[in-house]
């Protein structure tokens, strides 16, 4: 396997790669989580989207899960791109958490 060492993203395949996610979700209960793990492979076209799910830190005795799709590259000057992402945790403990990020980017 071909790997850069640019945080956030590794090329698995020529044409295929993932990006890395890592977040903390909002403060509900009294405490929040941290949201992080690897997106699906992609083609690298256009308009591609990451899938991403995982679980949440163990905090006040509990996790929570997470998925989702990312949005579309953003793609910036330098030839890279990063996804935006969001979503809700499942319903543990009594509680959800919301959370938000942007993957790490990528390099042609």
Partial sequence: MHEHGISGM???YPDVHIHQIATETTIND??????????TPAYNTMNHV??????????DGHVHQFSGTTGYPVYLNDGTHYHEFSG????DDEHVHYYSGSTGRNFS
């Fill in 88 to 91: 809700t945790t499942t319903f």
């Fill in 30 to 39: 009294g405490h929040s989580h941290t949201v992080q793990g690897e997106t």
């Fill in 10 to 12: 590794r090329w698995t």
């Fill in 50 to 59: 990451h899938s991403y799910q995982g679980t949440t830190t163990f905090i």
